[in-house]
């Protein structure tokens, strides 16, 4: 299996209504607080970290994206927009990834 | 087998095996609080050679125990963790489509040892390494499944009839897939040749439908896992594998606790022959690793003829391994002239189902009495130094050619059914 990054790609028709599902061709172990994701399907492995890797832990939740929005927002200084721009584009990768989908 | 064979100082071993421990409520904190950086460096040395570095650093952090080391020895631990985590990943990964593809074609599998280990039992994927992925296929599908892996890339070690290879092995040889994948397909536990009466039918009769790693395929009971790791640990790899195998049924043990059977476990044992392996096994898993056995499992899997030293002796040799080869201290045991030379020519003139994987290219060709000069030239080079040391009554040479003879009388009393 090849370790190469993969192209960005934003994703434009998530809501706060929408679900996550990872997908069953990836298989991720947390390492030193970074999650690690090998997709099967791409064969390339992909690094979360910080913000990342709590967006995965929490789709492993089954939450909303409006209840993920909601949790970050109580656990980091951050504003309501610049977070749930930054939420789509770690969601956009990780979809063009095929290691999540829409559920 | 070398590179294992250092002597391991005992204050490394005993940090190192209280690390390994899967009860960490049980354990001696002084133990690892006392340890220099030397006794650090020693141990994750010993834990390289164990092929169980990823373990040690999950254990040690997951106890909080990292921040402890010395910088760099924490640094080299995390790297060489890491490193093999990623590696054992990918081999995870592309288990996980063979076995998609596997199912979807219509061949039972039922993975076996490391894949199993890895995906189910472990606290975390990837913490388990291992050379290959080794499946069971139902005697029934093998040739089936043999001719879908050659039509998907998979290219066997050498030329093999399905129907030569059962006569003698339980397993085929290696299959060299895509993207560096070595399978070894199964049809039992152990060759044929070996004395005990594995009931391949009621293995996957008990087994149950499950998960892994994305795929649907059946998962072996605990019971039998069990008793399939109790046999790799003592019987056989020859006690040759390290603390690895033990760690395996440590942490079965653990994440199992709750609903292994264990009278089934006794009564599958007694009728597969296997009963003085469970015993061994099962006993040092709980000495070493404070793997949780019941106390009455292991009385009761005794048998007249146990020796309390046998413990000691598979301890001695897992902790620290003898350098001498088995069969040459075969042949140095005390043992009749007649005995000597007979274990001699097995050694020179193994039969051709060793043959063929140790020499695959020249065993089957014409040219096969080629082989054995071969081989004749290896089993000399192997051990000339040793056979000389032992003539010239070198003492350490023949202590380690001694706790070789023990082993191999380990493996015979395991041979002696119930």
Redesign the interface.
């Known amino acids: 299996?090849n370790?190469k990054p993969h192209p960005k790609k934003e994703t434009t028709d998530l809501a706060f209504e929408s679900k996550l599902k990872i997908n069953?061709?990836a298989?991720?172990?947390?390492?030193?607080g970074e999650i690690?994701i090998?997709g099967?399907e791409t064969?390339q492995?992909y690094g979360l970290t910080d913000v990342g890797a709590r967006i995965w832990a929490l789709m492993q939740e089954n939450s909303t994206l409006g209840e993920m929005h909601q949790t970050l927002l109580d656990e980091y200084d951050v504003p309501p927009g610049v977070l749930w721009q930054d939420m789509l584009s770690v969601i956009s990768e990780l979809v063009e990834a095929r290691l999540i989908a829409l559920d | 087998l070398n590179d294992f064979q250092k002597l391991a100082p005992a204050d490394s071993m005993q940090v190192l095996l209280e690390c390994l421990s899967v009860d960490e409520a049980a354990g001696d904190p002084s133990v690892l609080a006392g340890a220099c950086p030397p006794v650090w460096r020693s141990v994750v040395e010993i834990a390289e050679r164990h092929r169980i570095v990823p373990l040690l650093y999950e254990q040690l952090s997951a106890r909080r125990q990292v921040e402890g080391l010395p910088p760099e020895i924490a640094q080299d631990l995390q790297r060489q963790s890491r490193s093999a985590i990623l590696d054992n990943l990918a081999i995870l990964a592309n288990a996980g489509l063979l076995l998609k593809d596997l199912s979807r074609v219509g061949i039972a599998v039922l993975p076996l040892k490391g894949i199993l280990l890895a995906g189910k039992v472990y606290p975390k994927l990837g913490i388990r390494g291992m050379g290959d992925v080794d499946l069971l296929i139902p005697r029934t599908q093998l040739s089936e499944a043999v001719e879908w892996l050659r039509a998907n890339g998979f290219v066997p070690r050498y030329p093999f009839t399905i129907e030569q290879e059962c006569l003698t092995m339980h397993h085929l040889p290696p299959l060299y897939g895509p993207r560096g994948m070595v399978l070894e397909l199964h049809w039992t536990l152990v060759p044929p040749s070996a004395p005990f009466s594995i009931d391949v039918e009621s293995i996957w009769q008990k087994a149950g439908a499950g998960d892994l790693l994305g795929a649907s395929c059946r998962i072996m009971s605990a019971e039998d896992l069990l008793l399939h790791l109790c046999l790799h640990a003592t019987y056989l790899e020859y006690l040759s594998s390290g603390l690895r195998p033990f760690c395996d049924l440590a942490w079965v043990l653990k994440a199992y606790r709750e609903t292994i059977d264990w009278s089934g476990l006794v009564e599958t044992s007694t009728r597969w022959g296997v009963r003085r392996s469970a015993w061994l096994a099962l006993n040092l898993a709980e000495r070493l690793l404070r793997a949780p056995v019941p106390e009455g499992v292991i009385r009761g899997l005794m048998t007249a003829d146990t020796e309390p030293e046998m413990i000691d002796w598979t301890a001695q040799q897992l902790l620290n391994p003898s350098s001498s080869g088995g069969k040459l201290a075969a042949v140095f045991a005390p043992n009749a002239p007649r005995q000597r030379v007979w274990l001699f020519s097995t050694q020179i003139f193994p039969p051709p189902h060793e043959m063929r994987p140790a020499y695959p290219d020249l065993a089957r060709s014409a040219l096969w009495p080629l082989a054995y000069l071969k081989h004749l030239g290896v089993v000399l080079r192997r051990n000339w130094r040793s056979a000389w040391s032992l003539l010239t009554g070198d003492a350490q040479a023949r202590a380690d050619a001694e706790q070789r003879q023990r082993i191999n009388r380990l493996v015979e009393w395991q041979e002696a059914g119930q």
């Open positions: 299996v370790r069953g061709n298989l991720h172990v947390e390492l030193d690690v090998l099967l064969e492995y």
